[in-house]
């Protein structure tokens, strides 16, 4: 698949751009006064490397010799988009549900639907995570995960362990 | 300096009952994830490093390297069992072992497999206590113009001997430097490349953040592509006959493996190669010096020994350029590195001066951990065959599960979270393309030492750029670099100018 390394390459070419307009907020030519470069200098020229590369790895795919380095097995395209988006979805989730509605449901979605395992394990991993995550951070590493609006449910475990 | 007076001092350290304990642990856990096709030393430690903080920062990279350690053990059983390597170090493993597990010599090929590691492992470990003080002492010398020369050769050495595509090298070396530029510039205190004020940036890109997208998610989803059906698992059974067996079988081929650990160590110590390569040659290299090279590739012992030898031999070879000069040979090493700046230990050579309990402390747990590593899995090989046969979606969703959380943790910031997602999908495809994702990270960790050398440098010398070729410590580094880097592009053009001459014929 040819298509495939070309929009790489051209998803790279894009952020190499945007890279160097973002790098011009700093001085990205040489500072005669303190010697050296300016601080937008690393970042702009880096990123210029990156577009001449990456230019060039456009341009070698369309020369008569090119050959695809990307493969892709169709079959395999949606279960992959489903973990991506149940992993974006889970990630969106933490901030408003907490990470104890989030994680749990990820892992019975993985588990269950997507893996289709049975109740048993399903029911030992889903719930089970939750209580060594607690123990594990809140509990022993003082690290608090995003709650939500579940926070009020912990004050009472709070009082207990802090 | 008497290093076995500082040896002694060390395992005063490392044998304290709370750094035993750690060693065993990170050994354990280090021989399942090695073991577990698809996550290797790299994954492992990207995976576990946001739970080290759970013990002092000494430990804590003790635990790391015990894991590291454990894994290069670990790949070795699914390259036997089933036929997957564990971790792209353990492929040359698969030659032999495979064949052998399939005539129902599965259990002396794990056998052959640990002893070789151990081999491997404690000549590689004589060495790295030989090396590093000697090479500390070189490093002491260095100011800012030799680091950056020598981040400049770390980087070319991918360019010039890894075998990756040479453009696609350049280009993940520079999107990993243009990263580890975002944040604060080092020398003004300015922000650049927050990309339209997103407070998150203001703290730069963390390499956990890199590492946990690229070699957690990213990997998941590389596995979740890939694993279509369940692979078969060759039941071993392990008797004390067969460990005398394949013992004496295995002293017969000291040769091979006394080669295999010294060519790993060196090998190991170059930041492109490491135990993949060192691996494949030592094999390469035992089949050539075999009386019956026909043998190889039909299960034969010596195909298991020579790459499980050298492989573990380049991991602990790797570890030197890190600990003594601060400069990471491989992915695995730089996350060490990353997180031994985290715990503000920074190392290279001020750290023999300041950290000497630390720094001999970690090198004799190495060898603490390579008697755990060698006893663990002989005596586990039971309980591996029974988790290898776990569901590749369980282990997905667990791993997932500890990337989202061990992501936040660090920095408490679901901005760090969301970045991890974003760099796992984009590691995906970077890698699906043929993309080298080490040098990314490498690339990563090193840039903010490689760009404030830099400028340190031109500061100090009023701007003048021939500073870095006048010394002659780094001038010899860049001369080395400019090799490395020109090499590919002569080889391109004379094979170009070869092919012309064939065409107008």
Redesign the interface.
């Known amino acids: 698949m040819l298509a495939?390394?070309r929009i790489?390459a051209g998803a790279?070419m894009v952020?190499s751009v945007y890279?160097m307009i973002?790098?011009t907020?700093?001085p990205i030519g040489?500072n005669?006064e303190?010697?050296?470069?300016g601080?937008?200098a690393?970042?702009f020229w880096?990123?210029a490397?990156?577009l001449l590369?990456?230019s060039?790895?456009l341009l070698?795919s369309f020369g008569a010799s090119a050959r695809a380095?990307?493969?892709?097995?169709m079959?395999?395209l949606r279960?992959?988009l489903m973990?991506?988006a149940a992993?974006?979805v889970?990630?969106a989730l933490?901030?408003i549900a907490g990470?104890y509605i989030a994680?749990p449901l990820?892992?019975f979605w993985?588990?269950k639907i997507?893996?289709r395992?049975g109740w048993v394990?399903t029911l030992c991993?889903t719930l089970g995570?939750p209580v060594f995550?607690f123990f594990?951070?809140e509990a022993?590493?003082k690290?608090?995960?995003?709650k939500g609006f579940t926070e009020p449910l912990f004050f009472p475990l709070y009082a207990m362990f802090f | 300096m008497d290093v076995l007076a500082l040896l002694a001092d060390g395992f005063a350290t490392s044998l304290s009952p709370i750094n035993l304990m750690i060693v065993l642990l990170g050994v354990t856990a280090g021989l399942f994830i090695g073991a577990m096709p698809g996550l290797g030393s790299v994954n492992g430690v990207a995976i576990v490093l946001p739970?080290t903080?759970?013990v002092p920062p000494s430990s804590a990279i003790i635990l790391l390297a015990a894991i590291y350690y454990g894994a290069m053990y670990g790949g070795a059983v699914s390259s036997i069992l089933l036929g997957i390597p564990g971790a792209s170090t353990a492929v040359a493993t698969t030659f032999d072992g495979r064949p052998m597990a399939q005539q129902g010599k599965a259990g002396l090929a794990l056998i052959a497999a640990a002893v070789a590691s151990f081999i491997g492992g404690t000549i590689s470990v004589i060495l790295f206590t030989l090396f590093a003080a000697p090479l500390a002492d070189l490093a002491l010398k260095f100011g800012p113009a030799e680091e950056f020369a020598l981040v400049l050769l770390a980087f070319t050495t991918f360019v010039g001997l890894g075998g990756d595509?040479k453009?696609?090298t350049?280009?993940m070396i520079?999107?990993g430097?243009?990263l580890s530029?975002v944040g604060l510039?080092l020398?003004?205190g300015?922000p650049?490349?927050?990309?339209g004020d997103i407070p998150g940036f203001y703290s730069g890109i963390s390499f956990l953040v890199l590492a946990i997208g690229v070699y957690g998610?990213g990997e998941?989803?590389y596995t979740?592509?890939?694993s279509?059906t369940a692979p078969q698992v060759t039941p071993a059974r392990i008797t004390f006959k067969e460990l005398g067996y394949g013992i004496k079988r295995m002293g017969r081929i000291w040769k091979t493996m006394t080669f295999g650990s010294v060519m790993g160590f060196f090998v190991g110590m170059l930041p492109a190669a490491g135990a993949t390569p060192a691996s494949l040659m030592a094999y390469g290299i035992a089949k050539q010096t075999s009386r019956s090279p026909e043998t190889f590739g039909k299960g034969n012992i010596e195909g298991v020994a020579a790459p499980e030898t050298a492989n573990n031999a380049a991991s602990t070879g790797s570890l030197l350029p890190m600990l003594t000069l601060g400069i990471p040979g491989s992915p695995t090493t730089a996350l060490l590195l990353g997180g031994m700046v985290m715990w503000g230990l920074v190392p290279g050579p001020m750290l023999f001066i300041e950290q000497p309990d630390f720094v001999w402390g970690l090198i004799s747990s190495l060898y603490t951990a390579n008697f755990a590593a060698v006893a663990i899995n002989i005596a586990l090989i039971p309980l591996f065959v029974w988790a290898l046969r776990m569901?590749f979606?369980?282990l997905?969703?667990?791993v997932?599960?500890l990337c989202?959380?061990g992501g936040?943790?660090p920095s408490?910031k679901?901005h760090d979270?969301?970045l991890i997602?974003g760099f796992?999908?984009a590691g995906y495809?970077?890698r699906?393309?043929?993309?080298p994702l080490a040098p990314l990270v490498l690339a990563l960790v090193l840039g903010p030492l490689m760009?404030k050398s830099?400028?340190q440098?031109?500061?100090?010398?009023?701007?003048?750029v021939l500073a870095f070729i006048e010394r002659p410590l780094s001038g010899a580094f860049i001369a080395i670099a400019v090799l490395f880097f020109v090499l590919p592009f002569v080889r391109y053009l004379r094979k170009g100018s070869r092919r012309s001459i064939v065409t107008a014929e």
């Open positions: 495939g390394d790489i790279i952020l890279f973002h790098a907020a700093l040489w005669g303190t010697g050296g470069p601080g937008g690393f970042p880096l990123s490397v990156m590369c990456s060039l790895i070698r380095s990307f493969f892709f097995d079959s395999m279960p992959l973990v991506i992993l974006f889970t990630i933490i901030p990470a994680i990820f892992l993985y588990l997507f893996g395992h394990l991993l995570t995550l594990f951070f022993t590493l690290i608090l995960l995003p | 739970l903080f759970i595509d453009l696609k350049v280009v520079c999107l430097l243009v530029t510039d020398i003004s300015q650049r490349l927050i990309f998610i998941i989803l979740i592509e890939t279509k569901p979606t369980v997905c969703a667990i997932m599960v989202i959380v936040f943790a408490q679901m979270v969301w997602a796992g999908v495809l970077l699906k393309a043929d993309y760009e830099f400028r440098t031109l500061i100090a010398e009023q701007g003048n």
